[in-house]
């Protein structure tokens, strides 16, 4: 992904929100008090919560700020969950639902999370429309999986055998850092269910690598 999209892609959004942020208003780019704005419910506010309220309130350089500070764990997200090749197209989507959702959002969980939880629900909407463009195709056999380390990384292959609620946990907990109640959180989901699909995840993972590598040591 081009380092440069995070820059037109908040100008883009914030340019959109003007619009809702006058008729609350307040004036476009206007930071808000040092006490953040009212309505405002998390205990305590962490710095990408802080720069999300201040967008919500109309500051789009707080806007600009936060999609660049999490577009490159969107990304990468979104890429596990949907491949490299339309995690433009799923990033791209999750900030227009998150401006969408912006106005009704009240700060009950971090904006991390919330983020995540839109990334989510917009990898699931790029995978169901490319299995249907792919339904809708001619037929011809798509590329099958390599397991060449020039191909593609062996981390992205094994991750590609998982169904989307292990990938989606194990990516989360094991790759991003998220915590068990973090990841449940995103995932809408108890923390057992998370913790149990880690563990099954894993389970699969270690089993296709010693298969994978079992294929290797007896290839001649």
């Known amino acids: 992904m081009a380092r440069g999209m995070a820059g037109p892609m908040a100008r883009g959004i914030a340019g959109q929100m003007e619009p809702a942020v006058r008729r609350d208003g307040r004036e476009p780019g206007r930071r808000p008090r040092a006490g953040g704005p009212t309505g405002a419910t998390v205990a305590f506010v962490d710095p990408l ?6 967008a919500r309130a109309g500051d789009t350089a707080a806007l600009s700020r936060f999609i660049a ?16 090749d339309s995690a433009d197209d799923a990033t791209q989507e999750t900030y227009l639902a998150a401006w969408r ?57 094994l991750l590609g055998h998982l169904d989307a609620d292990r990938r989606s946990a194990i990516v989360l907990t094991q790759v991003l850092g998220f915590s068990y109640a973090e990841a449940a959180e995103i995932c809408q989901c108890v923390v057992g269910t998370i913790r149990s699909r880690v563990a099954r995840a894993r389970e699969q993972l270690v089993a296709l690598e010693r298969h994978v590598e079992g294929r290797e040591a007896g290839a001649p």
Do not use: K, Y
Request: net charge positive; proline share 9%; charged share 25%.
């Open 49 to 54: 919560t802080r720069l999300l309220l201040e």
């Open 69 to 84: 500070e999490t577009q490159p764990a969107i990304w990468r997200f979104c890429a596990h969950l949907v491949g490299p």
């Open 101 to 157: 959702a912006l106005p009704g959002w009240r700060g009950d969980s971090s904006a991390r999370t919330w983020l995540f939880v839109i990334a989510r629900r917009s990898a699931e909407r790029v995978s169901r429309r490319g299995r249907r463009w792919r339904e809708l195709a001619s037929g011809a056999p798509l590329p099958r999986p390599s397991h060449d380390p020039g191909a593609a990384s062996e981390l992205a292959d």
